[in-house]
């Protein structure tokens, strides 16, 4: 979903654990087919994947934390407004400067431009 709506260039990387879905033989056909280059972490190395592992316990402490979904699409739906409306729009990150992710990367565009 990411690479068909942010086009992103070939040559990216993608960094991830070593779970079954990364190392999965379509995961990396795909991967493979937009260009990119899978990066994956050692075995047991949890520092390499701190970013991630952040956000998932923001993710937890904002949004999921007490909640009962009643199903799998209700939870899919709920963490997908949270991450597409509000954590990229309107919630502003430290590491970021105090701005939201969209408005960080406009930024950046524009420096680029």
Not at 2 to 18: C, T, W
Not at 84 to 98: A, I, P, T
Request: aromatic residues 12%; hydrophobic residues 35%.
């Amino acid at each position: 979903m990411a690479a068909i709506r942010r086009r992103p260039l070939r040559g990216l990387i993608i960094h991830s654990d070593r779970a079954v879905q990364y190392s999965s033989a379509q995961f990396q056909e795909i991967a493979k087919g937009h260009g990119f280059l899978q990066s994956m972490s050692r075995r047991g190395d949890c520092w390499d994947n701190a970013c991630a592992e952040t956000f998932f316990k923001t993710l937890r402490a904002e949004l999921i934390r007490g909640k009962i979904y009643r199903s799998r699409e209700e939870a899919r739906e709920e963490i997908f407004k949270y991450v597409e409306v509000f954590y990229n729009r309107k919630r502003l990150h430290s590491y970021l400067g105090y701005l939201t992710p969209m408005q960080y990367e406009e930024l950046e565009e524009r420096k680029t431009a």
